[in-house]
């Protein structure tokens, strides 16, 4: 089945979009640790373009040393900032890997909508 033609019908597409956006948000860490995903499904994260997006985002909000959180509680698990990035299991990720991947994401998703275009113009001009 050509990708061009399963697109042809618009009913199909407003289907398909948020079907298939379910395990790039199941898979991106946001609801599911990354260290409690099984390890024959932690390759869908890798190619969730949120997981690299929900990661970069926690490493700038959390990472590089950031200073201790205010807490008016006795104890307070989460008042050392790196201790939400290893609750993620972010603590080993870089901020410039994950911009450099959502960079190759943006450019790769640019080219295949390009194509897919051009042979749509192809069709209807032939």
Not at 28 to 34: P, Q
Not at 50 to 76: I, T, W
Not at 101 to 111: G, K, S, T
Request: glycine share 6%; proline share 3%; with cysteine.
């Amino acid at each position: 089945m050509n990708f061009v033609q399963f697109n042809d019908n618009h009913l199909t597409g407003t289907y398909f979009g948020p079907v298939s956006c379910i395990p790039c948000i199941l898979f991106s860490g946001f609801f599911l640790s990354l260290d409690s995903i099984p390890r024959t499904l932690q390759w869908l994260g890798s190619i969730s373009y949120l997981r690299y997006a929900f990661e970069g985002s926690m490493l700038s909000l959390y990472g590089y040393g950031r200073a201790k959180l205010d807490c008016s509680e006795v104890y307070c698990h989460f008042r050392v900032p790196s201790q939400f990035l290893k609750h993620l299991g972010m603590q080993d990720a870089s901020y410039w890997y994950d911009c450099t991947l959502l960079f190759i994401f943006v450019v790769v998703l640019r080219l295949i909508t390009y194509f897919v275009l051009k042979s749509k113009i192809k069709s209807f001009s032939s």
